[in-house]
Each structure stands twice: as C-alpha cells, then as structure tokens.
C-alpha cells in the first residue's frame, strides 16, 4: 500500500534510494532529529526542503505530497486526506491531498466524503491521532462532533456542537485541559462561526 503521509512517503523514498535518516540529513544540511520529526509527521518540512527532496529523490512535488496517487480499492471508494487540522487550536485549513482513505461501497450515494488528518488531543479519549472521515454539511445535531470553520475559511477546528437560539459552543472532550469556546448568535453570523462536516468515523494513525 503507497504511504499516505508526507512523512511515511519521505521514509519512502529515502529507504528506495538506500538511505538511511542521518545519511538523508546530512545530504540536506539537517540534523537527523529533524528528517526523525519529518518522517513520524511531527513536523511538516517547508517548501524549500520539500523542492529539495523531490531534486534529491528524482521525483515530482504531486508524487511527494500524494496528490496523484490514488488507489483503486477493491470493495469500496477512496476520499482524499485533506492536510491536517489541529484538535485543540484552531489552525489554518491546508487544502492539499495528503493521502487516501477508502471507505465502504455501503457508504457511497451517503453524501460527499473527506478526511482530515488529526493532531491534538482536545477530543480524548474520543478521538485521538490519526483520521477522521467527515461526510460534507453545514448543520449538526447537538452533541455531534462536527469540523468547524471559525473567520471564514481560514481556521478549522474538532468540536462537539451544542447550539441553541443565544448561540453555540464548541466544546473538547478533553474538557479539563481546554475549556470550551462560547459565540453568541451575532458571533456565529459575524465571524462567521461555519460547521462545514460531520465525523461519522474516526481511525488511528498508521
């Protein structure tokens, strides 16, 4: 199966050319703590060491983000991996494939499916690292987790929904550790404060 993160698709790579981390590092003037952080998805390397990567490893920028590799699955259909999205700080929304997830046949003609890639644990023990599938809708019921978009479309957050006519509030399950976020109605509007998904399935990280 073809790595589904930017970091198992370095370690890719880098095990086809026959190097190992510190050998990589060193031809990318890096410590090899940082390619060990690249590779776990710990921390995501930037533009300029991914250009390098792809010269290093003869290949394209769409191969060593996984935007052109999708599978063919036998008995059910792939949605992409969309980037990663913090659970328990909101962060920007990255819209680039990060990979596929196959869902069951069962699940087609449902709704439009994605995943998104989780880091965080504000959901404990509910949902923890790995991915989320989302099925794409703008409203939930109260107590669903739902994937939030608060300023427009420039931050995406993993929260429970509870909502009523003052407002709503996103709230982690990981209560003690983050405490929930409160927006009035007028918040909500002004924001704007938008649920563009529904979890319907979590799955831990590969």
């Avoid at 990318?28 to 792809?54: F, G, V």
């Avoid at 996103?170 to 924001?191: F, K, M, R, T």
Wanted: glycine fraction near 8%; charge should be neutral; aromatic fraction near 6%.
């Amino acid at each position: 199966m073809y790595p589904n993160t930017i970091g198992k698709r370095i370690e890719f790579y880098r095990t086809k050319m026959g190097l190992n981390q510190k050998e990589l590092a060193e031809r990318l003037h890096l410590a090899k703590s940082t390619m060990s952080q690249y590779e776990s998805d710990s921390r995501n390397p930037s533009d300029e060491i991914k250009l390098a990567l792809c010269e290093l490893f003869n290949i394209t920028l769409d191969d060593l983000m996984g935007r052109k590799i999708k599978p063919e699955p036998k008995n059910g259909f792939a949605v992409p991996v969309l980037g990663r999205v913090a659970a328990g700080i909101p962060i920007d929304a990255i819209q680039e494939v990060d990979g596929w997830e196959e869902l069951p046949q069962a699940m087609a003609g449902r709704g439009e499916y994605f995943a998104l890639k989780v880091k965080g644990d504000s959901m404990s023990p509910t949902i923890a690292n790995g991915a989320i599938v989302i099925r794409k809708q703008n409203t939930v019921e109260n107590n669903e987790i739902a994937v939030v978009q608060v300023n427009g479309d420039e931050e995406a957050t993993i929260k429970r929904i509870q909502k009523n006519e003052r407002g709503l509030a996103l709230i982690g399950d990981n209560a003690l550790a983050y405490p929930p976020h409160y927006y009035s109605a007028e918040e909500v509007q002004s924001l704007p404060v938008k649920i563009i998904g529904r979890v319907v399935e979590t799955r831990t990280a590969m």
